[in-house]
Structures are given as C-alpha cells and as structure tokens.
C-alpha cells in the first residue's frame, strides 16, 4: 500500500516542482502600487486569449495583436473594437466583406473558434505570435510556431508562407521577429529544432539547446541561421542605430546581444541577466527596452537546471505537464515586466505584484504615452497611461 502511495504522490511532488519553478518571488525593485495597478484599462477580446504581441502600422493606427485561435486582430481606437485582420492559416474559415475587410468565424465551424482549449488546435489553426511592419511597404511580417515566417499585405487576409526552414532544417517553433526598416532584412526566433510551442515546458525542462537565431533577406528570400544551440531563444529587437540585435534567452533567464554591424560584428554577448524568465523584448521610445517576464525564476528551479537529469524525469511521468502547469497558474504570482537602459540595467519596473489583475506577461509595448500590455494566459489586452 505505501509503496502505490508513493509512486502515486511522485508525479504529484515532481509536477509541483515545476509549478514553483515558475513562481513568484519578492522583487528587489519597487514595482507598481495598488492605486497604480488600478489605472490599469482591460481591453476585451472575444473568442479567443492571449494578446502574445502588438505592432503599430506606418500610419500609427493599431495595435495589431497576435490570438490563441490563429487570428491577427485591429484595434480602432475611435470606434473602440476589435477586427478581425488576418489569419496564418488556410484552415481558417474567414470570408472577405463587400469593403474587402476580413471576417473570421469565432464559432467551431473550423474546429479553431469558440470557446474550448485552442492549445490543443494550434497546430492547426496557427498560433501567430511576433510581428512587426515593414514600414516602406506596410507589410505585416509575422512569426507563427507552426506556420514558419508569413507576410500579409496591408488589407489582411490570410498570410502567406515566405520561409518554413533554414538550411536544410525546418522551424519547429517559430517565435520572434524585428525588421531593420533600412535594409528589410527580418531577424526572428526558432526556439527548438526539437520541439512544439504546445510542449513549450519541455523546452525548458529537457535543457534543449536547439534554438536559432536566423536573418531573412527579402531580395534573396534566403534565410540564413546567424546563432545555433540556443537555449529556447524568444524575444528579439534592433537596436536603434541597427547595429546589435537582442535576443532573449528564455531557459537561462538572460538577455543576450549579437553584433550585426561595426567592428564587433559577430560577437555574442550577455546583455543582462534577469530574475524571471524573459519572452519579448520591444525598444521604448524613452530609451532602452522593454522586457516582458513570463514568470520569475525561484531558487527550487535553480536546483531543476543544476540537476537536468530531473527535468527528463518529469517529462517521462505518465502526465500532462503543460496541463498541470495551466491549472495551478492562478496560484503564482503577478505578471512582470522590466525596462532595461542602453547598458541593460534595470531602471523600471512594471508589476503586478498581488496577481489580481496580469498573469504571464509575454510583452510590453510603449506607444504615445501608453503601455500595451501582452499575455499568454489573458482574455484582455492591457493598457496603461504612463
């Protein structure tokens, strides 16, 4: 009896191990009061989760942001709704209105719509998540997990495939995207070679060092893989002047830097080194650049990376890990968010602290005096007056 007890409370203990490895701790920085978090504005989306990232057209007018159920969608701001703009995948059903705009069915008619786990159908129905503008020709540019690199003009639409490998090795897991307005060329994310978006834990737990950095030549259309063996490499953002690309590094909580010009070109660097577990990274009009933290990094799961071999025990226990993480997220601590100087020093600090209102922050976007706040795991985009 206490031996099926015990191989009973295992997977339990083990499955809580990977819980508190994305819990909370106390920040060493002041983060936002009640009254603060309060001025916070939650901006509805319906029939889907998850605003992963926003872009701002050539014109001003957006966000765009990225949802659970494969579409892009529109925020207008004078009539305050949503729209539907684009969808990455041809299994979407969507039709084009008399004014040539795009309308996504919300319903399950597709199996992608309606209110149900769209985690299991991401692979399906796309699951976009970076985008950026080309502001020269007001394409969209966007990063699917599933889908590889796409482009939509800029009416919407379904988006069209423009790269799903590099050399010879297909995307798996698709993630981030800046473009250099300059030159057009598109720097973007593949953060395993091995594994899925839906089995995103594994990329941590299993320590895989797949992950690319890669650079898209739109004169060429050739993609090259500029940094290999990267440990679930997400976020990416230009420098200003275009010189080094940032690059966040999801599994060992940094964020690096890669020289693309001057005499340092080449070079990889640590930027920062983080408390939590960094997603995207977008530069702020004020100088520096915003992180978004997923969760923080807690002391059990420095004993998890100093010991790998108990990462592959979890993943072979005979359960959901990504499911039990999920359930028990209400439990964790609120979203975060840092801005980093030039010189990657923390001097902002953007926190939910109590978890009353943001969970899983995947990005922060500073436009016209505002903060557009990302999550993964949210019904709402966030939206706060600096």
Known sequence: MATKFLF???????STLVIVMFSSETSNLEPLSDAEVSQLNEIPIVGAIGPESFAFDSLGEGPYTSLSDGRI?????DKQIWIDFAVTSPNRVFVLTSSNKLRVTISNRDGCGGPHDHHQMEHVCGRPLGSCFDETHGDLYIADAYMGLLRVGPEGGLATKIATHAQGIPF????SLDIDQSSGAIYFTDS???YQRRDYLSVVLSGDKSGRLMKYDTASKQVTALLKNLTFPNGVALSKDGSFVLLAETTSCRILRYWIKTSKAGALEVFAQLQGFPDNIKRSPRGGYWVGINSKREKLSELLFSYPWIGKVLLKLPLDI????????KYRGGGLAVRLSENGDIVEVF????GNRLKSISEVMEKDGKLWIGSIDLPFAGRYKI
């Open 351 to 354: 926190e939910d602290r109590d």
């Open 192 to 194: 395993s070679t091995q």
């Open 172 to 175: 798996r897991f698709t993630n």
């Open 8 to 14: 009973m409370a295992i997977p339990l203990l083990l």
């Open 322 to 329: 990504t499911k039990v993480q999920t359930a028990l997220a």
């Open 73 to 77: 969608i529109k925020w207008q701001g």
